[in-house]
């Protein structure tokens, strides 16, 4: 798409500007249906993108996403717009702000909640700077939900600064937005807002406007423009509606399946998050102390029937990743078995209530990590890669690693008579597989040699790799014993001790630091074996497809096929 | 102090619960006179104890207790009067709630924020399993700035269930309490209060009652027999005003003096917190970009000095671990330079905010993470070891151990020339010790030898360990080399790669898994060096000394020199 200048943005009428809205939704539609990305979210923020650069003069105002997934138009109307078509390819356009992209990206972002303490720092440095620019935070109204806006808003008098929040309130946070302030925002929607509600917000020391239709530029500039009038007196909150997938129906009617589109190309395979759904219903028919917890995503995470099947059962607590665990942990101590499904980077919100709440208390909770890995196009902020290592050294947690979506199967099962806390990992999509008991703390030997290597990967991806090296190897006369390490804690310590292989080579989808390889080194430390291991190396890893991070990462295939080459030359 | 039982709480007047009241705190007074232990909360939550345990029957009913510091008055009247004096010593009683102590220890706690999503939890496990009983989660006005009690009431209606939340409002959250939720408290406590007000809270379904004085058990009791009726209804919120340090002038005076009272044989040294309150002042002295944030603790951190002299760059937030931690990255991004001070265990609550925030985008902020390692007495939830673990697999950031206040001036002060996420971890107290220049990523030998053993130890507490170890080695005609490995990230390669010893030795006071140890043990995989690490082992460590901790749970003095005997033995 041809790049709109602000100055033509500036100039232009409102039939001109309607028509640059169309130009950018049908660049978003088109770009998102070959690259995959975020789709309803971007086609509903258009007019509010457009209405904001019109208004606003970026990059000397600062524009703060939350979550960020919604800045495809901002990109397109900054200066990216000749290269949006490598949108979350490998070493083009994120799907998210960069800071490192673009001067027009001031803060970088991709979890939720992280945009009203994040514009209140940057306005905070201006007013210490004596510099004079505004700064805008552009927030879901699912964000709202999440506690660490609570936090923003509630130092808003502390901090005696000024920005203007956005309320892009189109009643999603991927699953339907849920709880107390949403119904507020429900009220002030339908017009039937009283006092009280507007007083929700201004009690944090704020001017409420709004609500504004977020789809619409004759309502939208105008209220913009008062609120950047009356930003001049102190912050502001403008709460727009808008409407996730504005512009193209099927998207308007289906905002939860276009929420997020998977590239023509992408992976594919059997979901693990559709075994889980299938699983976890089948054990809550014979046990009713089981429970299923979430924080505002059910579907990606394959808990709708479960939620439709047990509703009692069931909890969507908005995204609330802390809360999510808090009460998960509580409704085990009350003498539940809670499972909290999530997503691997969204868990580390939980960080501290694993280990204070679950861990500490050694409660039955099971976490069913979805999207472990380098999960790809969405960039650094969504690679499930430090799951392992953060959970490694907790005390009290058993963490698994399925081979296939078989063997998750049978550690959910597994799960259902395990009275602690427990971990399973895993990604998107992959193989079936078979799905045979598994015992806590073994590993499984895929096949066994008198040679002198062995191999211990664990998770999908790390055993296709492992299972290709052996291949080749072979042809080349080398061969390995090759285990599943599918436990990273415990570790198989019977079998571990009995392997007389003197070179030990580690594999896991993960960072190098922390995870498998660093618990096997740890097991034969004084061993004298040798051991190297392969893992994501010490950088965050940018957007790309998992197989091109794999590679250029530290978990290539011809580096591990090299290490075994070089440990057979010279033994 | 003999054990008072449900039975005479019923059955007794007035006048005798109010003896009963002064009975309890003075043996609350007398005990952490000699233990330590939390003293002004605890004299303020007396009346208020007593009337829970007669108007509700613990353990059928339970009481969720945030943060858990304000426990004791209801550890005297459970079932632990009689052991009440071993309060907080190896294999006492612990200065916080704890379910293996005691069944009227319904969940377990340390941080703050959590116990309005536990009560939910607990009493959503009632309901699914048909029980009758009341859940209480008595919650300070300090942790109502947490988010995680915002993401708690704002699934209120979600969950259908009802708690009675106790609000005791005493106006402080260590420092005093800040915020909007906090002002909205002061109207109501002064009468001038508002409907407004009220819905600040009844807007996530509950009703509010009070405020009431909970010092006086002639106004508590009906209120508290009022709010238990009214349950019967749906959630209940009471704010009860009680005074910090009740009952005892000093403490009602100075109650931040006297939240956390020492014991009279803790450990001595000079404050960490107290040097770096002196560096940071001298270094905004010269440089405008330095600001300091924290999140409800300004005196325990030093800040207390900064404060004073630089208003305008000082931030405290209230408990907002995370908020806190974004407003830093965000004020990095505007151009400031932030230090953050923070408790070990309490940034466990900010730890994606680290990643997502700081490191992402590599910002830089100096975390300044105060009483790291093993802090002894307040058990498990205090207990700063995971830090290492926690920190070492984050890219961007480099972590320094100082090993005592001087070389931590020292690192202060190197910061400031630092361009990117900085975390320097250290102990309460210690050592003084000059303040040469520190590099980054340069170890200090401290003692050079052509032994074959070297030892690499970060901290205080382990290169003290060490120092012994040393001596006691050197009686036994066994020398070795002594090395300050003051950066856990990076490691100092030159160094390492330039050692010939065999056999290598690491102390950190920290997790022995993702530590030190692991980072010495990956830098030489392959080197064919034997390698032993201490560190803790994988278990929560409760409460004691840290002395007692270190011995029992991974770094015995007579542990490190026997390893260091039986290579020399061997070699």
Sequence with gaps: MRQITAGELESASLPQLKEICEEVREEIFRTVSACGGHLSSNLGAVELTVALHR?????????????????????LLSDRADRFRTLRKRGGISGFPKRTESPYDCYDTGH?????????????????????????????????????????????????????????????SISPTVGGTHEAL??????EGGEDDVRLFERYGLTYRGPVNGNDLKELLPALEGAKEELKGGSVLL????????GYPFCENAPLETHGIAPSDGEGGTEYSAALGEELCALAEKDEKIVAVT???????????????????????????????????????GGMKPYYAIYSTFLQRAFDEIIHDVCGQNLPVTFCIDRAGATGADGETHQGVFDLSYLSFIPNLTIAVP?????????????????????IRYPRAGKDGRSEPVEIGKFEVLHSTMSDIVMLACGERPLGIAERVRRRANAEGIDFTLINARFVKPLDGKLLNSLSAKYVV?????????????????????????????????????????QELAE??????????RCVRDFYARR
């Design 403 to 423: 081979k296939d979506v078989g063997e998750f199967r049978a550690m959910v099962r597994m799960s259902a008579g395990f009275n602690g806390p427990l971990a």
């Design 239 to 246: 709460h727009v509606v808008t409407k996730k997938g504005q």
């Design 112 to 172: 939720a909640g992280t945009a009203v303490s994040a514009a209140l720092g940057i306005a905070k440095a201006r007013d210490l700077k004596k510099e004079d620019y505004e700064v805008i935070a552009l927030v879901g109204d699912g964000s709202f939900n999440n506690g660490l806006v609570y936090e923003a808003l509630n130092s808003l008098h502390i901090l005696g600064t000024r920005i203007l929040i956005l309320l892009n309130d189109n009643g999603m």
């Design 55 to 75: 208004v606003f003069h970026f990059p000397h105002d600062k524009l703060v996403f939350d979550v960020g997934h919604q800045c495809y138009a901002h990109k």
């Design 186 to 191: 429900s009220r002030l929607k339908g017009g």
């Design 552 to 561: 250029e990462f530290g978990l290539s295939e011809e580096d591990v096929l």
């Design 506 to 546: 580690t594999l896991e989808d993960n960072a190098r630091i922390g995870g498998l390889g660093d618990a096997i080194a740890r097991f034969y430390a004084g061993s004298g074996k040798e051991i190297s291991s392969f893992g994501y190396r010490d950088a965050f890893l940018p957007h790309g497809t998992p």
């Design 295 to 333: 924080a505002a995503m059910t579907d990606s995470l394959g808990l709708r029937t479960f939620f439709e099947r047990f509703p009692e059962r069931s909890f969507d607590v908005g995204i609330c990743e802390e809360h999510a665990s808090v009460l998960s942990a509580a409704l085990a101590a």
